[in-house]
């Protein structure tokens, strides 16, 4: 399984780059560097020196950024660290926080912590955006972007199968820095064009592009209107739908006290007429489970608002063949439909081979906090 590797900050040179000073490069040699461009693509050009450099990265960088890089690789692939990146421009998003000399991972977490924080949203204001429920989006670049993004998330149906679910949890966004870093030590292209991360770090890039753009110019009626007026409000929403991503990335390296939280992710899906998030979380439970038990039992937690359905939330544990399966339904109604439905859920884990010891649904909300914690030093140092 891939783990989220968080802070890992390379950025790869591009074959074709050349020049004395690139061969001459040796692995460890410390560099300084300037954003001098960054394509919508990931492309980026680098000032070091007197020369231009071409290079792949998965970070978010800025023009006039200035960077310290340090050698990681050099010979026929030339892999840059990032060891330091300058304020400028946008607020950098924990990818391009490095772990600084003598700083242990915890004050690591806590520093990334307080960078998503502030900008802590979630994606249901972006995707209704996209359903055409919030306020409507004149044709333009913006509504262009948005539509481009919504065609590449996956479609509600394809969850429904092992293997589509499977792909979805890997395009969640949670593993973006970790498919690249294995991309780049196999030499092979990156496979991220449904990446949630990916594909919103492209948005978010894409809109802060238009909102940088010149102001329109005087007409003899005045001031031209801007670009979009909706602008300002989608990049906010863009970027706490970022943020979200960030913050389950955060939120699977930290951990908690009674349970380990190995995966948490936020799904968004589409269908013909709406789009939805799903919420995901996959814990192992060692709280309370004695040491000579050889068989740790696992948790998913599941979160939805469907339109006709309300609030569910689903808790299916599993200990060895064993499976215990409760549902809360917000809504009575809803909760009524699925209690008439339970026989047909017991023979389906059943026909999986499993061993249902317990499957039953009631209306109300499980009794479970789900806000993600940040680590104590940060909560410390805001108190």
Do not use: Y
């Amino acid at each position: 399984m891939l783990i989220p590797e968080l802070f890992t900050s390379t950025i790869a040179v591009q074959p074709q780059t050349a020049g004395s000073a690139l061969r001459a490069w040796t692995a460890g040699q410390i560099l300084e560097a300037t954003v001098v461009r960054q394509a919508l693509d990931g492309t980026v050009t680098l000032r070091v020196g007197s020369q231009e450099v071409q290079a792949r990265t998965g970070l978010n960088l800025a023009a006039d950024q200035a960077l310290t890089l340090q050698v990681a690789q050099s010979g026929t692939q030339t892999v840059l660290r990032v060891l330091h990146a300058s304020n400028a421009g946008p607020t950098p998003h924990p990818t391009t926080l490095p772990q600084t000399s003598g700083q242990t991972p915890e004050a690591t977490l806590a520093q990334a912590w307080r960078q998503v924080l502030p900008r802590e949203g979630n994606l249901r204001p972006l995707l209704a955006q996209l359903a055409g429920t919030g306020p409507e989006l004149p044709p333009g670049p913006v509504a262009a972007a948005l539509k481009l993004f919504t065609a590449k998330l996956p479609l509600l149906e394809m969850l429904t199968t092992p293997a589509g679910l499977k792909v979805a949890v890997s395009d969640s966004g949670i593993f973006l820095e970790a498919r690249l870093a294995q991309a780049l030590t196999e030499g092979k292209a990156p496979a991220v064009q449904n990446d949630i991360k990916a594909n919103l770090l492209q948005l978010v890039a894409q809109l802060r592009s238009l909102a940088a753009s010149p102001a329109p110019a005087f007409s003899t009626h005045g001031t031209e209107p801007p670009l979009d007026p909706a602008l300002p409000l989608v990049l906010r929403q863009a970027d706490a739908a970022l943020a979200r991503v960030e913050q389950n990335q955060l939120a699977t390296l930290t951990g908690g006290p009674q349970a380990a939280t190995l995966l948490a992710m936020d799904l968004p899906v589409r269908t013909a007429q709406h789009t939805d998030v799903l919420e995901l979380s996959i814990e192992e439970q060692n709280h309370g489970t004695p040491a000579s038990d050889t068989v740790v039992p696992w948790s998913v937690w599941l979160h939805f608002d469907f339109e006709q359905l309300g609030k569910v939330h689903a808790r299916i544990t599993l200990r060895g063949d064993d499976v215990a399966a409760t549902l809360w339904a917000e809504q009575a109604p809803t909760a009524a439909l699925f209690q008439q439905h339970l026989t047909t859920l017991e023979g389906a884990l059943r026909h999986a081979g499993l061993v249902p010891s317990a499957v039953h649904c009631q209306a109300g909300t499980p009794p479970r906090s789900d806000e993600q914690q940040a680590p104590s030093s940060l909560l410390d140092e805001r108190a």
